[in-house]
């Protein structure tokens, strides 16, 4: 999502709906395979953010950095599978 943002390209307003959509959808597979995947309320909190609910903030910059965050202490060996260390 990172280099889809504002961050690298186009503007907060103008990240495709579609992806938000699909970065919402691989999300929920992924708390149906293991619910311990996310902390306490970061489901919540992240899905509201990608689909701009409750007034959340929708900047996918700063949910992606969380996101990745996030990743790195949990999963460690599988961001370092997916992800370049260098652009984390």
């Known amino acids: 999502m990172h280099y889809s943002s504002s961050a690298v390209f186009g503007t907060e307003d103008n990240f495709p709906i ?33 689909l701009g609910l409750k007034g959340k903030f929708t900047c996918v910059a700063m949910l992606s950095q969380m996101m990745t965050e ?7 060996e599988v961001l370092a599978g997916i992800m370049p260390p260098a652009w984390n």
């Open 70 to 76: 996030h990743s790195g202490k949990r999963f460690q």
């Open 18 to 50: 579609m992806l938000r959509y699909y970065a919402w959808a691989l999300m929920a597979k992924a708390k149906q395979l293991d619910s311990a995947v996310f902390d306490s309320d970061q489901f919540t909190n992240w899905t509201n953010r990608l």
